[in-house]
């Protein structure tokens, strides 16, 4: 698949302006995307240190080299249940506006690259309820990939600047 | 990043904010002092300041108004335009507009518009008092031109005719002014005559231009001129060099005139008036360039640092006092692993002299951030001026304390809250000048702003001689709002009743006006209060007026804290907020009007339970609580926690730089081994939990879980499991924590397949491990296969070993067995003498050890064991609870003074007759106290004492007389008792100790229980469950033979074997 993707992207590549780079991940049966140049790093699961009457998605705060970052959970964020912790989860630790936040995931799956005429923004019937926060989505071969936009799933972002 | 204006912008909103400030403040001076010429100097240069600034910035409409400000205070300056109120104000609108312009800019705005309505009013004020001449001029010539200008009769006469005849030319009265220390100012001054002279018909000059040529010297020149030029062409004429002043005015034939009759005949106040004016101007020749000079001082020894920079710096002087606990922290460890060394005094030493190194540069980096807050207050006399025209109240605003200062964080939002606070003083403090007059007060209020320190907080204090606070009104007003009831009223002080005033929308004022009135302003100031972890003390006396007094701690970085945990989670209390920490009974808390309170040495004290507002479960009752005491505003709050850790030096992080802010917590930090610690907010606790109660939230469950942090506090049991809220993240972490344990075993089971596979087993038969003396011993033990052999350590210490394996075929692995045994000694003896003690020891016993070993041999359980522990196991739990027995047998030697040798165990399977056949000494009379194991292993420990030998040794502890016998000479006396128990206690925690060590488990101590009787009648006691058990024991012997006592380690057999596996 991978190989028949390549050429696909090879066909339509014209030059590397055209192509984005997405870090692909695993959230339940979901593939999901997130433009790689936010990502910062992946790491295995650590202990998580709880913070008290925060939303019910923010595991909590982890200390990365002395900075204190906040992990929140992707599939409590979409779907209202708790992940499983597996051998194979990982918390990739994404950077937006200069704040660095960790976000929890089943499974890491690869870095693709995608041309951008095969990106396509999301349609608005699209009807999954996290909708909103997926901006666009990409054909992978057989698979649709949703791309997250980081900044409507890091809604404490912006909730910042409210509080 | 470029501003709006290019990469000047924040320099020009720097500097130009100073000026504007400079600019108010100067002009109220002015307005109070018409003649000062140095304060109108000081406004003039602020304002040519900005004007030159702005045009270089590009803000050309500021530029312009500036220049037409600049146009009017120098005619100010000269003396042709009085101050009045109106040309105050005019000014004031001036500076209003600057200022937003300004503001506008900071904002990422730049305005445009010019400001054209603003230039007319000038320009129309300018000429409606220009015509005027007035008789009295306020000469402010700042120069020594104030000597009047005697222009000749004759000259005058030639220059009329000469302007008629040109009527293109216009006169002008130039007046140059050179810096004091100039050099051959005769000589520039010259150039000057001259150059203006090639630009039109100079009538007047003085010094004249002979004098000039002669070598005269002079600091000023006055010349009139008759010139087609425009005054500033002229001006920039005379602008060179070392110019101090140059003005250049349209010289008027009868002003003129009449200057000179006023310089001749001497008119009362004029003259006068010129004179003191003279003399007052050739003071302020030197005092202008020394002035000058003394600004440049000034500027040179300050610099301008960006506040990010700063940050920056105080961010990694924090990281370096975590790093140092850190070390700290390894330290500890290193002396607990290793015990005390030399090498680790001075590792001890360096870390304290890093940290007060540390904790000096932190001190000094948030030294940096301290601003004077002068540069507030000088903000105030505009305000206050203001205000006094808006009430018709007359107010004098004193300042003192301009030097204190304040981190730059407080003086930032200082401002507004001090607005308020001096508004209110001026609206409602101060009466009207009538009613002053009536009471019999001076008719002008006051108004005082005052900084100091006081102890370690910074103390500003805002204080006026008005008519105070009206106790009674504003009790009424909170009785009213609710938010006391009389009865309650009664118990408050009068600071409490004053503290009323910060409720939101609270106004105790009948009428509201622009200004205040309308209870907003206190609330500012309760939240900068707040923010700051601040202070406000109210003293008030009516009639005679009301003092606010705002008090901020110093140090706002580095907190020390006291440590809490909750449930795992660790949160800190700022030290600074704690009043005390106490111990509480559950049956001391009773409920009142729905909230639970506690009776504190009399004092009432509401408490609140810390784990409901951190949404945790609440825990299984227990007896006691522990409470820590805070202050809260100006009561005192109690909050019922899991368990106290300690002290913390806490540098705390904001939560908001990634996250944003949580309620109740004003930060994170992290320990030296990397916990984060999340730090409470007081008032933002208080809010939590009167919202929780009002909102029935759902009732978190908890249950028991794994542990998965290594902090302990003082008194915490240590066991395996602890009683957790069903939360996301607690499960997610205890899921984390079963994951890692899981692949630790499974890379340990890993390892020793591994190692399995290299070790050749041939025989399934049990062995025996032996340790004999010498070479005879050989012959006597009846197992197969024996070999002796014998390490030579080369300290010259004879530690012969010799182990006997039935079925080892293979020298190498007895060497290694030998060398793991000398090993193991020797980890748990550090120097030579223990080490020949050890020595001593194994050889004493020895001998008893083989006798035993014909009656254990026979056995039949062996084979047992066998079975159910691999050879490798056996081996391994020999080792372990060897160096446990040695451990207790040195512990006991050092705790009745006597050498004690002890015998190497073996490992016993057996079942309660086997063991009673062990033991020679069954039927003897034994004194035993029994201990249980309790933590990752189960069992028993059990140190018995001959009879005859429990009194030696009691006597020994307790010295000698003490340890009696009871009256029957049987029964042990209570001290003998506890000895023993003492005794028993520390020798088994010396094996549970070595046990917990080497298999990286927990094992510890129960309560010691005291049996009596015979061997067999105690062993019968201390019988396990199970019918089968493992055991192994030890004898303290004396001397050879003199038996002190025995050990008898009697484990859960499963847990062992699983502990064994693992370790």
Redesign the interface.
Known sequence: MLANLQEKNQEAEANLEDIEQFLTFRVGEEIFGIRLLLVHEILK??????????E?YT?????LR?????IL?LK?RFSKT??????QSRIIVVMLNE???GIFVDEVKQVVKVHKKLISETIDDLSLNYSKMVESVSRYGDHLILNLSLEQIIE?VS??KQ? | MAGILGEYTEVFLEESEDQIQELNANLVKLEKDHTNPEIINDIFRAAHSLKSSSAFVGLYNLSDLAHKMENLLQKIREGTVEINTILVNLLFECFDLIKNVIESVAQGIKVETPFTEMIKKLDDYEKSVSGKSSEVTKAFVPDSNSKTIHISDGNKEELSSFLMNNPETKAYLVQIQLKADTQMKGLRLLLVLQSVKAQGEVFHSDPSEADLDDGKASNSLTLVVATNSSDSEIHALCNIDMMENVTVTPFEFENQTSKSEISNSPVEQVPNFSESNSKLGNQKTEQAPEKAAGDSKVVMKTIKVSSDKLDELMNNVGELVITNSGFQKIYDDLVAQFGEDSLFNELKGKIDQINRISKDLQTGIMNIRMVPIGSVFNRFTRLIRDLSLETKKKVNLELRGENTELDKKVIDAIGEPLIHLIRNSVDHGLETPEERKAIGKSEEGTVELNAYQGGSNILVEIRDDGRGLNKQKILKKAIEKGLTTESESSNLSDNEIFQFIFAPGFSTADKISDISGRGVGMNVVNKLIEEFKGKIIIQSEEGSGSSFTLSFPQALAIIPSILVTMEEEVYAFPLSEVSETIKVGIDQITTLEGHEIINLRGEVLPIYRLNRILGQADKPETVEVPVVIVNFKTRKLGFIVDDLIGKHETVIKSLGKNYKDVPGLTGATIMGDGTIILVLDIPGLVELASEKLQIDSNVVEGKLMKRTSTIRSLEMTDSQEIFKSVLSTNLYNEKLQEIKSKEKTKIKKDRSRYERKVQIVEERTPEIKIISIKESEADTIPLSNTKSTFVEPSNGVSLSYSIVESNESKTDSKEEEIQRLAERARIDSSDAEERAKAADIIKGFVEQKEERLKQINNSSSDNQMGEMMSKENIKKLEGIVNSGMMNAGMVLSQLVSKDVELFIPEIKLTDREGLGKDFRYSHEGFFGVKIRMTGDLHGNLLMMFSEENASEIAKTLLGSEEAKFEKDGKTLSEDMVSALSEISNIVCSGVMNSLSNKLKKQILPDVPELINGSFMEVIEIVKPERTKFLSMHTEFNHEGSNLLGVLVFLPDFDELVELIQKA
């Open positions: 699961p650590v202990f998580i240190t709880r913070l008290p009457n925060v019910d595991l909590g705060v982890i200390n002395g900075e204190i970052i906040p959970d409590k708790d992940s499983e912790v597996l051998h704040k660095r936040s404490f909730a910042g509080a």
